[in-house]
């Protein structure tokens, strides 16, 4: 019940809408039926004697029209006709809102982990994230169209109800303490697929979280045939996640089967009732029985429908609780002032760590604006980090940033984002066109900023010698263009918004001597426009930068400033531990 009116809660209009326009179907197909009291009186050629005769045929004479048998008939035509009508509005309706909730769930999970902290984003499994994307918004949205039918056939079931109390209001008292009975001794089969919804929501969840691990690393795990091991563990899952479907399936199955052989026997006995005991007029009994077992089946429908929306809410949940964890860890940003880059950068007495782990304890680093910075250091030194505080995705505990001499926390954080290029270590185009993958989505960048943002990132030759130019297709991952070429296309999309600042995580780990060699190249020539920080292990960047800090112990050193001396490139290899160093 509690997700019946959240959906109603959450969507109000076109809940309001959707039961504004059943109530009126429900009201047509009454009136339509009432009708056919005086049709039979008349059929049959009795007097109009009844309450509910009277009534109508009084109805009709003020609307200047004659109780007839042709003007009934075309009243219950009519009706019908009526009801056909504004139940197609309202099932296009239902259908239109099913799309819109299904979106407005899948869109508030994205925006909310979007703007969530980095770190509790990097928590999120994205096998869930397409769980929930996918399957849950889709359950979800099937949960609001069962919502919308439970209340529309409870309120058909009311109207039924009120038409039959006026017939004989013993009679429909009696069925519905009946109907009442039957519900809440079948509520057990309700409660059994709930259960089973919501373990098929965990399972589903878990499953899918642990598959997108699995498929990820699946080219390694085959390579040593140990794809059975993973083979084991979904194997396993998927069984359970059979077992729960099958007790749902289970469930929907008795209450169908229970209900109709009840009904039969209850309406058998009301016909008893009312033919025998209180021996009423066959017209009255035959519109009163077929208007009570119409309740009764309402109430049936009710049910199995409110069973549908018990094995699916739990998706609602699931999604909401989701959006909902994720929008309280929103990133704060309480800067409001313009970036600029004019001068530089300057980090100071920078403290951080990831929970108990320190990773700097007083960090220092000034970087001058159209230098080339070259960060190196051990494996787990805190590279990846400092490019993460720089561009606020981490923040320190102490010290402060400071950009042009403005502290980063006083910095509108998305306008200095927007100064920034960031080419991160694990580069994995789109499977989309060269220029969708420059432009992935952001209308305020051309075609023309494409092309020159290739041209900046040295890839202009190439795409252009492609017969598709930009409008060549990289395949998944970008798997049909080399590593240069797809980390060439990594930089052109991070220069194509015209940045300030580049911040580089590696770009070259994974190239050849000569694609590197052109990377570098590159950069320093970018150099001349930008300020380029990156991250390297590689001798070729080190040499290509004009100032190289080494990071170890918590700070960042200076090795060699090339405006002001040579850049050792002898201690630089040999600074620290070689063993550590991935050189
Ligand atoms: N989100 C995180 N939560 C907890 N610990 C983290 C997180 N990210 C990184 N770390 C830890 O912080 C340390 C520094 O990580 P970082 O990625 O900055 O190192 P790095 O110098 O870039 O290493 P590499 O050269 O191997 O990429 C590592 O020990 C890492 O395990």
Same mark, same amino acid.
């Given at each position: 019940?509690?997700?019946?009116?959240?959906?109603?809660?959450?969507?109000?209009?076109?809940?309001? %809408?959707?039961?504004?326009?059943?109530?009126?179907?429900?009201?047509?197909?009454?009136?339509?039926?009432?009708?056919?009291?005086?049709?039979?009186?008349?059929?049959? #050629?009795?007097?109009?004697?009844?309450?509910?005769?009277?009534?109508?045929?009084?109805?009709?004479?003020?609307?200047?029209?004659?109780?007839?048998?042709?003007?009934?008939?075309?009243?219950?035509?009519?009706?019908?006709?009526?009801?056909?009508?504004?139940?197609?509005?309202?099932?296009?309706?239902?259908?239109?809102?099913?799309?819109?909730?299904?979106?407005?769930?899948?869109?508030?999970?994205?925006?909310?982990?979007?703007?969530?902290?980095?770190?509790?984003?990097?928590?999120?499994?994205?096998?869930?994230?397409?769980?929930?994307?996918?399957?849950?918004?889709?359950?979800?949205?099937?949960?609001?169209?069962?919502?919308?039918?439970?209340?529309?056939?409870?309120?058909?079931?009311?109207?039924?109800?009120?038409?039959?109390?006026?017939?004989?209001?013993?009679?429909?008292?009696?069925?519905?303490?009946?109907?009442?009975?039957?519900?809440?001794?079948?509520?057990?089969?309700?409660?059994?697929?709930?259960?089973?919804?919501?373990?098929?929501?965990?399972?589903?969840?878990?499953?899918?979280?642990?598959?997108?691990?699995?498929?990820?690393?699946?080219?390694?795990?085959?390579?040593?045939?140990?794809?059975?091991?993973?083979?084991?563990?979904?194997?396993?899952?998927?069984?359970?996640?059979?077992?729960?479907?099958?007790?749902?399936?289970?469930?929907?199955?008795?209450?169908?089967?229970?209900?109709?052989?009840?009904?039969?026997?209850?309406?058998?006995?009301?016909?008893?009732?009312?033919?025998?005991?209180?021996?009423?007029?066959?017209?009255?009994?035959?519109?009163?029985?077929?208007?009570?077992?119409?309740?009764?089946?309402?109430?049936?429908?009710?049910?199995?429908?409110?069973?549908?929306?018990?094995?699916?809410?739990?998706?609602?949940?699931?999604?909401?609780?989701?959006?909902?964890?994720?929008?309280?860890?929103?990133?704060?940003?309480?800067?409001?002032?313009?970036?600029?880059?004019?001068?530089?950068?300057?980090?100071?007495?920078?403290?951080?760590?990831?929970?108990?782990?320190?990773? %700097?304890?007083?960090?220092?680093?000034?970087?001058?604006?159209?230098?080339?910075?070259?960060?190196?250091?051990?494996? #787990?030194?805190?590279?990846?980090?400092?490019?993460?505080?720089?561009?606020?995705?981490?923040?320190?505990?102490?010290?402060?940033?400071?950009?042009?001499?403005?502290?980063?926390?006083?910095?509108?954080?998305?306008?200095?984002?927007?100064?920034?290029?960031?080419?991160?270590?694990?580069?994995?185009?789109?499977?989309?066109?060269?220029?969708?993958?420059?432009?992935?989505?952001?209308?305020?960048?051309?075609?023309?900023?494409?092309?020159?943002?290739?041209?900046?990132?040295?890839?202009?030759?190439?795409?252009?010698?492609?017969?598709?130019?930009?409008?060549?297709?990289?395949?998944?991952?970008?798997?049909?263009?080399?590593?240069?070429?797809?980390?060439?296309?990594?930089?052109?999309?991070?220069?194509?918004?015209?940045?300030?600042?580049?911040?580089?995580?590696?770009?070259?780990?994974?190239?050849?001597?000569?694609?590197?060699?052109?990377?570098?190249?590159?950069?320093?020539?970018?150099?001349?426009?930008?300020?380029?920080?990156?991250?390297?292990?590689?001798?070729?960047?080190?040499?290509?930068?004009?100032?190289? %800090?080494?990071?170890?112990?918590?700070?960042?050193?200076?090795?060699?400033?090339?405006?002001?001396?040579?850049?050792?490139?002898?201690?630089?290899?040999?600074?620290?531990?070689?063993?550590?160093?991935? %050189?």
């Amino acid at each position: 019940m509690r997700t019946l009116f959240t959906y109603i809660m959450v969507f109000p209009k076109r809940s309001a %809408f959707v039961l504004v326009a059943l109530l009126l179907a429900g009201i047509a197909e009454a009136l339509s039926l009432t009708a056919l009291l005086p049709l039979l009186s008349i059929a049959m #050629g009795e007097a109009v004697d009844s309450k509910m005769d009277k009534l109508i045929v009084d109805l009709l004479r003020g609307a200047g029209l004659d109780p007839t048998l042709e003007t009934i008939l075309l009243i219950i035509v009519g009706g019908m006709f009526l009801k056909g009508a504004i139940l197609l509005l309202t099932n296009q309706q239902v259908g239109h809102t099913v799309a819109h909730v299904a979106t407005a769930l899948r869109l508030d999970l994205i925006n909310a982990l979007l703007a969530s902290r980095w770190q509790y984003y990097l928590r999120q499994p994205a096998g869930a994230l397409a769980n929930s994307i996918a399957t849950e918004a889709y359950r979800a949205s099937m949960g609001f169209e069962h919502s919308v039918n439970v209340l529309a056939l409870a309120i058909e079931a009311l109207v039924y109800s009120i038409v039959a109390l006026l017939i004989s209001w013993e009679a429909t008292l009696a069925s519905l303490v009946i109907g009442a009975v039957l519900l809440v001794a079948l509520h057990r089969l309700v409660r059994s697929t709930k259960r089973a919804g919501t373990k098929q929501t965990h399972l589903l969840r878990h499953l899918l979280s642990y598959l997108a691990d699995v498929l990820g690393s699946v080219k390694s795990l085959k390579a040593m045939a140990r794809d059975n091991v993973a083979d084991a563990i979904l194997h396993e899952q998927t069984q359970l996640l059979e077992k729960a479907t099958r007790k749902e399936v289970t469930s929907r199955a008795a209450l169908l089967a229970l209900q109709e052989p009840i009904l039969a026997a209850l309406t058998a006995s009301g016909l008893y009732f009312v033919l025998v005991v209180w021996q009423l007029p066959l017209p009255e009994v035959m519109v009163m029985v077929f208007l009570l077992t119409r309740v009764l089946g309402l109430l049936n429908k009710t049910q199995r429908r409110y069973q549908q929306l018990a094995a699916q809410e739990s998706a609602y949940w699931s999604l909401r609780n989701a959006a909902e964890e994720a929008s309280k860890e929103a990133e704060k940003s309480t800067g409001t002032l313009i970036p600029t880059l004019e001068q530089g950068i300057s980090l100071r007495h920078i403290a951080f760590s990831y929970g108990r782990k320190p990773i %700097f304890s007083d960090l220092n680093l000034d970087i001058p604006v159209q230098s080339f910075t070259a960060l190196i250091g051990s494996s #787990g030194a805190g590279k990846s980090t400092l490019l993460d505080l720089l561009c606020g995705l981490a923040e320190p505990e102490a010290g402060e940033i400071l950009i042009d001499g403005v502290a980063l926390h006083h910095i509108d954080l998305r306008r200095w984002r927007r100064m920034i290029g960031y080419v991160s270590q694990d580069t994995a185009l789109l499977h989309d066109t060269i220029l969708n993958n420059i432009l992935v989505g952001d209308t305020a960048i051309s075609t023309e900023d494409a092309e020159r943002a290739l041209k900046q990132a040295g890839a202009w030759d190439f795409v252009h010698a492609l017969p598709e130019g930009m409008q060549t297709v990289v395949g998944e991952r970008g798997g049909m263009l080399s590593g240069g070429q797809r980390q060439r296309i990594a930089i052109a999309r991070a220069l194509a918004h015209q940045p300030k600042l580049l911040l580089l995580d590696e770009p070259t780990s994974a190239l050849d001597p000569e694609s590197e060699r052109v990377i570098c190249a590159t950069l320093k020539n970018l150099a001349e426009e930008f300020t380029i920080i990156a991250v390297s292990h590689q001798p070729a960047m080190i040499n290509a930068a004009n100032r190289v %800090f080494i990071v170890s112990n918590g700070n960042a050193e200076l090795l060699g400033d090339a405006a002001t001396q040579a850049i050792p490139t002898e201690s630089v290899l040999s600074a620290g531990d070689p063993n550590k160093m991935q %050189f």
